[in-house]
């Protein structure tokens, strides 16, 4: 049975050889850069969600900030 893919969370299009998109982003550009990616990009998501995915993006935008939450604690400091 096919699984159902998880356009939140992992979705296919951002998986390539089996990295995700945000890793090798982290990997190759700093903790930082993503960190302030994730910020751009939930503030992108809740900005358009009425008048594009409505709940998803607000989803998206969650997973965004939980990322954001997650690497500031790895750093222990202010985001």
Not at 15 to 30: N, P, S, Y
Not at 39 to 60: M, Q, S, T, W
Request: a negative charge; proline letters at 1%; aromatic letters at 8%.
């Amino acid at each position: 049975m096919d699984k159902k893919e998880d356009k939140v969370n992992h979705p296919s299009h951002y998986t390539q050889g089996g990295i995700e998109c945000i890793d090798a982003m982290e990997a190759a550009l700093g903790k930082q850069v993503v960190m302030d990616f994730c910020l751009g990009n939930a503030f992108k998501y809740i900005f358009r969600c009425k008048n594009k995915n409505g709940l998803e993006d607000v989803k998206k935008a969650n997973w965004y900030l939980n990322k954001l939450i997650e690497l500031t604690e790895e750093q222990n400091e202010n985001c």
